[in-house]
């Protein structure tokens, strides 16, 4: 066991492994693949973004990499086994939060916990534990109506770490937020990153999120689906977004994504 009670595995120093992954929705045959041989590696305690226009697969591509969805082809593999479904190790975190709205905030976070077996007071303390994680032991007793839409997301980010997943994938879980609660709750998020060890792959529009929080950004481009770029972020963290190395890697992003299709990509490597 490990600091936060989660059993140790046998490092495998790439946690998540996807290749080779071919995805085309039935009713959507003869047009391009919603995935053309997509193929990527997550390291263990990696930030990884993935970036790109509106319809290009990357929410496809999110729930193939959680076992939600399965591809035509390909495999994806977690901790070195390939992965057939969903599992506990890996969680995923909608936009919409996915809340009970009959349930308190905290009743929420065990909900995640209610097939684990555990007795209903370790469930609750570790419930607990999680929300004081989020800040907000306060409001456990509150239904999600009475929380603000951060507030909500906070409720929701508890409940996908109490089940301490190795993997959190989330599909732009801020993009509803007003700015400063969005900053607020990255920065939370890097904390927990940190404190739990976590991997995760976030989907994102937002250029700036994807610098301020990833260690790797994977450029996405539709038509056909397929990553076309990377850029890794050597910034230390936490980040400054003021800073003139922040503000050209995110000059980087938004080049690749003007030129794309404009010309050969040697053009626009960054
Ligand atoms: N369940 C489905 N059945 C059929 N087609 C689908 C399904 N889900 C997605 N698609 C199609 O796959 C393509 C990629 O969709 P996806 O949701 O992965 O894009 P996205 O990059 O996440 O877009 P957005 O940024 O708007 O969320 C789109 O053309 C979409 O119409
Ligand atoms: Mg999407």
Redesign the pocket.
Known sequence: MDATGRKSTVAHKTLLEGSGLWKT????EGAEP?LSNVSLQVERGEFVSLV??????????LHVLGGFARPDRGEVRLGGAPLAGPASRAVMLFQEYGLLPWRSALGNVELGLEPLGMSVSDRRERARYYLQLVQLDDKRALLPHQLSGGMKQRVALARALAVRPELLLM??PFAALDTFTRYHLQDQLLELQRKEALTVVL?T?DIDEAVYLSDRVLL?E?GP?RIHTELAIALAKPRDRGQRDFQAYRKRILEAFRLTGNGPEEEFTI
């Open positions: 929705y039935s009713g959507n919603v790109g226009p509106s319809g290009c697969g990357k929410s496809t591509l599909d732009e989907v529009h996405m539709g689906g």
